[in-house]
């Protein structure tokens, strides 16, 4: 019997997610020398994404056109307008950590990017295995929110107090708060804090 850290893989929802997260990241570094530009554009998307969630709940038809082309990567808790489409979520985050943390977005979003479905990944290896599914996931988001702080050079002290403050957040604060938004600000705000270049 499994407990509820353990969910279905929904390969398709995790690969749009990535390719998502990775548009996102290539947007933000193409900009990164004009913010003001990057918070017009990134304003702009969830301008689009608020007023999407808003018309599906005003319109039948729109919610049903938008389900016939999303629904097969939403949970039935989206499907069913309980809970707004993810990507909804995910440029908030974004869009916080650009406004608030420009100098380390960019490991933040990653973060998010690759580290939570990798975590969601390794949950999953453990199907009938439950009391070592939460520690695997937290594995899997360890390692390789270690190997984003690698990637773009992130100062060891941020690195590690980072990638354990993410990985908690993963592993805890996504029943209350959506980890698409909670894991970007987290990682970013807390190599902001501890990077010195960050701070200069």
Not at 17 to 40: E, P
Not at 140 to 162: E, N, Q
Request: proline residues 4%; aromatic residues 8%.
């Amino acid at each position: 019997k499994t407990n509820s850290l353990i969910r279905p893989l929904h390969l398709s929802r995790k690969i749009q997610h990535v390719i998502s997260g990775v548009l996102i990241m290539a947007l933000v570094h193409q900009f990164s020398s004009n913010r003001n530009v990057l918070c017009i554009i990134i304003f702009s998307i969830n301008l689009v994404l608020c007023a999407s969630e808003i018309l599906r709940r005003k319109s039948s038809s729109y919610n049903l056109y938008y389900l016939k082309l999303f629904g097969g990567i939403m949970r039935k808790r989206e499907c069913d307008l309980t809970q707004c489409a993810p990507a909804l979520y995910f440029v908030l985050g974004a869009s916080i950590v650009v406004i608030l943390f420009p100098c380390s977005s960019l490991p933040g979003i990653a973060f998010a990017t690759i580290g939570d479905p990798l975590a969601a990944f390794g949950r999953w290896t453990q199907i009938g295995n439950s009391k070592r599914a939460g520690a695997v996931g937290a594995l899997f988001m360890s390692m390789t929110c270690c190997l984003v702080t690698f990637v773009f050079d992130v100062p060891v002290i941020a690195a590690c107090t980072s990638v354990m403050a993410v990985t908690l957040t993963e592993s805890l604060t996504s029943l209350w708060i959506d980890d698409n938004i909670s894991i970007p600000v987290v990682g970013s705000a807390i190599i902001w804090a501890t990077d010195d270049t960050c701070m200069t």
